[in-house]
C-alpha cells in the first residue's frame, strides 16, 4: 500500500536541461503540482532498498533534477519509544548499482533532469542501507517513523511516513541514488518485476 506524502518545494527556476526534459522553459515542480509516495520495500541478507516514487498532480510539466535529503526522527536501537530525537543518519550520495543496492543511473552518464509529464508524469529514487550491525565498531541502529526529505532545491522539509506504519530501519549510514525517469527507480528503467516480482 502506497503512503502519500506531503510536499513543500522552494523555488521555482529554470531546471537544467539534458536529454530526459521536454523543454528549456520547464520549471521546478512545486507543492501543489507532485505526491510523493514510498512504492516498496526489497530486504535480503541485512540489505535495505527502498523505493519511492515522485507523481505529477497538475496540468502542468514541471521537472526535478539531482538527489533527496533525509532526516529521521525517532528512536537509537531497534525498539520503539514513546518519546522521540532527531537522529543522526550519514548520507552519501551514489549513482547506484554498487554492491547489494537496487537501481540509480549507469556509470559513466549524467544525473537526468527529469521532466513530469501532465496528470501522469513519474519520477523515482531509492534509499539504500543495511539493517544489522556489521563491522568494527558496530555501527549504531535506529527506528523512526517520521523521515524528512528535502528534493532539489526546496528548503522545506517533506514529512514521510514509512509504507503500512512498518518504520524505517538503519544501521548506519545510508546511500541516495538520484532522481531518475519512470518508476523503477533505475536509468535506464527496467520492470518492477525484476525488483519485487510484479507485474510493471
Request: net charge positive; hydrophobic share 45%; glycine share 10%.
Amino acid at each position: 500500500m502506497a503512503t502519500v506524502i506531503t510536499v513543500t518545494l522552494l523555488g521555482a527556476g529554470p531546471a537544467a536541461i539534458d536529454a530526459h526534459a521536454a523543454s528549456p522553459f520547464v520549471r521546478t515542480c512545486a507543492a501543489t503540482s507532485v505526491r510523493v509516495v514510498e512504492y516498496n520495500t526489497s530486504v535480503g541478507a541485512g540489505s535495505v532498498n527502498d523505493l519511492f516514487w515522485i507523481e505529477n498532480v497538475s496540468a502542468q510539466a514541471c521537472a526535478l533534477r539531482g538527489y533527496v535529503r533525509t532526516a529521521y526522527v525517532g528512536n537509537y536501537g531497534l525498539k520503539r519509544a514513546k518519546v522521540v530525537h532527531n537522529l543522526v543518519v550519514a548520507q552519501a550520495d551514489s549513482l547506484g548499482r554498487n554492491g547489494n543496492d537496487l537501481g540509480g543511473v549507469k556509470r559513466g552518464t549524467r544525473i537526468p533532469t527529469v521532466t513530469l509529464v501532465p496528470r501522469t508524469g513519474r519520477a523515482s529514487f531509492w534509499i539504500y542501507g543495511t539493517d544489522i550491525q556489521v563491522g568494527s565498531p558496530s555501527p549504531r541502529c535506529i527506528i523512526s517513523f517520521k523521515m524528512l526529505a528535502w528534493l532539489p532545491g526546496s528548503a522545506s522539509a517533506i514529512l514521510v511516513s514509512p509504507m503500512r506504519s512498518d518504520g524505517f530501519f538503519w544501521c548506519g549510514a545510508i546511500a541516495v541514488h538520484p532522481i531518475v525517469p519512470g518508476a523503477s527507480g533505475s536509468d535506464p528503467s527496467v520492470p518492477l518485476r525484476y525488483y519485487f516480482g510484479v507485474p510493471s
